[in-house]
């Protein structure tokens, strides 16, 4: 079978790998249809991934496939079930898992990034990270289920949005989701931004997300003011990556209020710790999900609470996998959600 391989940054190449032998007793074999492309494989590609040193790589975190054969333990999905799952590898014994928090396991290994992911014909993983997906939902939406259960994590982690103000940093699909969720959660208003990209702006309208702030036109206090006037915002989430998203959340949110921190960062940013001592801010890290999340974004996108399909922007067939990158290099803020076509259908 074929399988994709980001041998260097920069380059990826075509393998001949063998099929998927015997089945471990717990094990599910997927032929893998859809791929998803996200700003963090943008990272590894580019080498500049903050936990991604070593190369080559196979890449492929957000994914959705078909039950090909399951081992004779497993009972949650038999062959010809639509289905997706998490990619995180964790030891199941250290104190994070012990307490639940699996998803900050000390010795977490994420296929895609250092252990092998899904960019290939076929794929084998265990059955406590399958998930489920209705056959309503397609391939490519089930390949954003990987996405959608991070904006349903990182808004759990706001603790309740219900009559707050929100702040999004970062328009991508990962923003958009975040976004799309603390609507759903009830927040008051959801105010939007972006560094540059009017073309991702306008696909978050098409979400329901109304309020939006591109900030080379706008600055970031004029678009708060707009937006909420004098109550201002409680809750910011940073989904750029970005020091100018970390320094006006920071900066801008209610003394006392809550900010998130998503994106992933080439450069650690700096902050300043005095004036966030002084305001008493909340400033909470949110790593991936856990299986309820991903539950929960399947739910979501089923009941169409959060609209995915208006995140893909563009498709790829698999023998032009690097393409896709070279696109989203020449075209990234024209683009947002690039999807991997593996299996043709």
Do not use: W
């Not at 000390?106 to 794929?123: C, I, N």
């Not at 208003?189 to 972006?194: D, E, G, H, P, R």
């Amino acid at each position: 079978m074929k399988q994709a391989l980001l041998q260097t940054p920069g380059k990826i190449v075509f393998k001949d790998i063998p099929f998927p032998a015997d089945l471990m007793s717990n094990e599910i074999l997927l032929r893998i249809h859809k791929i998803g492309v996200c700003g963090s494989d943008i990272h590894v590609f580019h080498g500049k991934h903050p936990f991604v040193t070593n190369y080559p790589v196979v890449q492929g975190h957000e994914y959705s496939g078909e039950v090909i054969k399951v081992g004779d333990q497993v009972s949650k999905v038999r062959p010809g079930m639509k289905v997706t799952a998490r990619p995180q590898l964790v030891c199941g014994e250290c104190p994070p898992c012990l307490r639940g928090q699996y998803n900050v396991c000390q010795h977490l290994t994420v296929q895609g990034f250092v252990a092998p992911g899904s960019a290939q014909e076929y794929f084998v993983v265990t059955e406590d990270r399958i998930v489920l997906v209705p056959d309503e939902v397609s391939y490519e939406q089930a390949a954003l289920i990987e996405p959608a259960a991070v904006g349903a994590h990182a808004t759990r982690r706001a603790g309740n949005l219900e009559g707050k103000n929100v702040v999004v940093a970062g328009s991508g699909t990962i923003g958009n989701i975040i976004a799309q969720f603390a609507i759903a959660r009830g927040a008051k208003k959801v105010l939007l931004t972006t560094a540059k990209s009017d073309f991702r702006l306008g696909i978050a309208h098409t979400c329901g997300i109304d309020a939006t702030a591109n900030l080379s036109k706008e600055k970031f206090p004029e678009a708060v003011k707009r937006v909420f006037g004098s109550e201002g915002f409680q809750v910011g989430f940073e989904a750029a990556g970005a020091q100018e998203a970390v320094t006006d959340l920071i900066g801008g949110v209610e003394n006392g209020g809550t900010v998130i921190i998503v994106g992933v960062f080439e450069k650690n940013p700096v902050v300043n710790m005095g004036f966030l001592g002084e305001h008493e801010l909340n400033v909470f890290g949110s790593m991936m999900y856990r299986q309820e999340d991903y539950e929960e974004a399947v739910e979501f996108i089923q009941t169409k609470k959060i609209k995915t399909v208006p995140l893909i922007t563009s498709r790829f067939p698999f023998d032009q996998y690097l393409e896709a990158y070279q696109f989203i290099e020449k075209q990234g803020d024209k683009s947002l959600k690039v999807m991997i076509d593996v299996s043709g259908n």
